[in-house]
């Protein structure tokens, strides 16, 4: 598995780094967010070190459906109101104008607020 020793989540992934885990299995690592944008704010990572979504293909299908399937189940786990009025955020940023600042792919789960109507 590809590992990047210069890679913020790389390190967080191998304990070098402390984290607030939230989930972890043989395919990503789950932790909170340090700057949360909402009551509830973690990352879901794969544990292999993929740049973006720009480096993935159709042999991280398995993976990548996972992320998208573990997302609403960890969001419910960690307090999320109930769908619909509750709900959730799942989110990908990818690249500059993307907003991504971490090269190592992560998917967002944010919920408990509405924060893109504020501010
Ligand atoms: P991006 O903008 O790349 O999609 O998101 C990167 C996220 O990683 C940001 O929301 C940021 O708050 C979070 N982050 C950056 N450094 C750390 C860290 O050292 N620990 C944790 N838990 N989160 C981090
Ligand atoms: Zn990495």
Redesign the pocket.
């Known amino acids: 598995m590809h590992h990047d020793p210069d890679c ?1 989540f790389c390190k ?1 992934i191998e304990g070098k ?1 402390p ?2 885990k939230v989930h972890e299995d043989e395919l990503v690592y789950a ?5 949360p ?1 909402a009551p509830i ?1 973690f ?1 879901i990572v794969p544990r292999e070190h993929i740049a973006s979504m720009e480096q993935a293909g159709p042999e991280h299908a398995r993976l990548l459906s996972h992320m998208l399937l573990l997302g609403p189940r960890l969001a419910r786990e960690q307090g999320s109101n109930p769908y619909p009025d509750g709900g959730y955020r799942l ?3 990818t690249g500059t104008e993307g ?5 190592h792919l ?1 998917m ?1 789960v944010v919920a408990g607020a509405r924060p893109w109507l504020k501010s």
């Not at 932790?31 to 700057?35: A, L, N, T």
């Not at 907003?99 to 090269?103: K, L, S």
């Open positions: 913020l967080i780094i984290s607030q932790f909170k967010d340090i700057r944008w704010h990352l989110q990908i940023n907003g991504q600042e971490v090269y992560h967002h």
